[in-house]
């Protein structure tokens, strides 16, 4: 190789990659740490996408965006926000409920986090939801008093079980507990016993779902937990094994098969994630952004698999539904 061709090549593999990477350091970090598994959640990391583009944030031409993924084991929430903390990003976005949420908040006291969880009043990520103070603010799914309006809702489809059944994980210290007793309320109202059954890790699904229908459980409304969303193949497949009847908190779930949910519209949420980190990013106070809530709740129902499970659908349920799977 010639001296002039020698530098051209040295040129061309050494000074080229640091003008691209001086550059790229100019570019803001958005940091995404999420409890949830990627593969499941591309459609709402699409739709945060989506909100943030709306500010002119692109990732990799004027943004630069670094991802963590916990994949349902909240054990390593804390170190993964560490890890992007000391990135020093412009903003920490806290997708996949309260755990994320706590994890990224707890990672540093100055930067700007950007959640979305079910009550953070209650979990203690803000003050209010009008102005939340602090260094966090998001987006709220109102879970925690849903359990009892997807308990009512089931037991119109399976009106004859007398037993029923409410799938949490203890390992969500978000709205497990609220939950729970909203669900237990609306089972005393309704009449029915409850049977309580925990799970945290993949392999306790199957087991505590044999569970419940030894114990007589006839329907299960499953928590909305970013550990649920990560195994919502699973869950439905258990479920359709088993021939028993459950609601979940968002259309995913019918969509890909389950029998029916109730809840906020998850990808709506995610882009209002991304609103509110453009905002940060365009230099609004993360202590005076209120709490985005939603403003409308969603019924979808699956009616080919009602038709499996032999359940007929009331007609007054499907005038109630958003949107019907056939």
Do not use: C
Not at 182 to 211: H, M, N, Q, W, Y
Not at 246 to 252: G, P, S
Not at 261 to 267: D, F, Q, T, V
Not at 274 to 299: M, Y
């Amino acid at each position: 190789m010639r001296r002039r061709e020698f530098i051209s090549f040295l040129g061309g593999t050494v000074f080229l990659p640091l003008a691209a990477r001086a550059q790229q350091q100019s570019l803001p970090v958005i940091a995404f740490l999420s409890s949830r598994a990627p593969e499941e959640a591309t459609g709402h990391t699409a739709a945060f996408l989506q909100g943030l583009k709306a500010f002119g944030y692109v990732d990799g031409e004027t943004a630069q965006i670094e991802y963590r993924w916990a994949r349902g084991q909240y054990e390593r929430l804390p170190a993964f926000a560490s890890e992007l903390a000391a990135l020093r990003p412009a903003v920490i976005v806290a997708g996949g409920g309260v755990p994320s949420a706590r994890a990224a908040k707890a990672a540093s006291p100055t930067i700007p986090v950007v959640f979305l969880g079910g009550d953070p009043v209650a979990a203690g990520l803000v003050t209010s939801l009008n102005r939340p103070g602090g260094h966090a603010t998001g987006v709220s799914l109102m879970s925690g008093m849903l359990g009892g309006k997807r308990l009512e809702l089931l037991a119109q489809l399976v009106p004859k079980a007398d037993v029923v059944a409410l799938l949490t994980n203890p390992q969500d210290v978000g709205d497990a507990e609220s939950q729970t007793q909203d669900v237990k309320a609306a089972a005393r109202t309704l009449g029915r016993r409850l049977i309580v059954v925990a799970a945290s890790t993949e392999p306790e699904l199957e087991p505590r779902f044999a569970a419940l229908v030894e114990g007589g459980a006839g329907a299960v409304v499953v928590q909305n937990d970013p550990f649920f969303d990560s195994r919502r193949d699973q869950l439905i497949g258990i479920a359709a094994r088993r021939k028993i009847a459950a609601i979940y908190h968002i259309r995913e779930f019918p969509a890909a098969g389950g029998l029916m949910s109730y809840g906020a519209s998850l990808a709506e949420a995610y882009h209002q994630v991304g609103i509110q980190a453009g905002r940060i990013l365009k230099g609004a106070n993360v202590a005076d952004l209120p709490v985005v809530q939603p403003t409308h709740f969603e019924l979808v129902l699956n009616l080919k698999t009602a038709k499996a499970l032999d359940l007929p659908v009331p007609p007054t349920l499907l005038a109630q539904a958003d949107e019907v799977i056939e």
